[in-house]
């Protein structure tokens, strides 16, 4: 079995910044991609940001230049730095992380934290 926890979340002005991280443990022979989603309030879940094995990175359009994705593998963890934050930015943020526990490899999803940007 395999946990996810997510800290960082909260309210910050516009301008501000926030970092976000996502623990994983129980029984994790590896992980591979880690990613950071996000979902507004009346919409879906989008990509925020993914990053994989060898640390090459993927950005939405909409944070590039301002958030950066990093990881810890001897942590098992990934962090989200966001900077620059704007309002439009305000949403609960999942990490999600492919990983092999075991013989099985999956896809899991943190509890979610909330961010709020006030403008």
């Known amino acids: 079995q395999v946990q996810l926890v997510e800290s960082g979340g909260g309210l910050v002005q516009a301008g501000g910044s926030l970092r976000l991280s996502c623990a994983a443990s129980?029984?994790?022979?590896?992980?591979?991609?880690m990613g950071w989603y996000r979902q507004a309030p009346g919409k879906q879940r989008e990509l925020v940001a993914t990053i994989n094995t060898g640390g090459n990175t993927n950005y939405a359009d909409s944070v590039k230049g301002r958030f950066t994705i990093s990881r810890d593998n001897a942590k098992n963890t990934v962090y989200l730095q966001m900077n620059s934050l704007k309002p439009e930015d305000t949403a609960v943020y999942y990490c999600?992380?492919?990983?092999?526990?075991?013989?099985?490899?999956?896809?899991?999803w943190g509890q979610g934290t909330q961010v709020t940007v006030s403008s």
């Open positions: 129980g029984t994790i022979l590896s992980i591979n991609v």
């Open positions: 999600n992380l492919n990983v092999l526990s075991g013989l099985r490899l999956a896809n899991y």
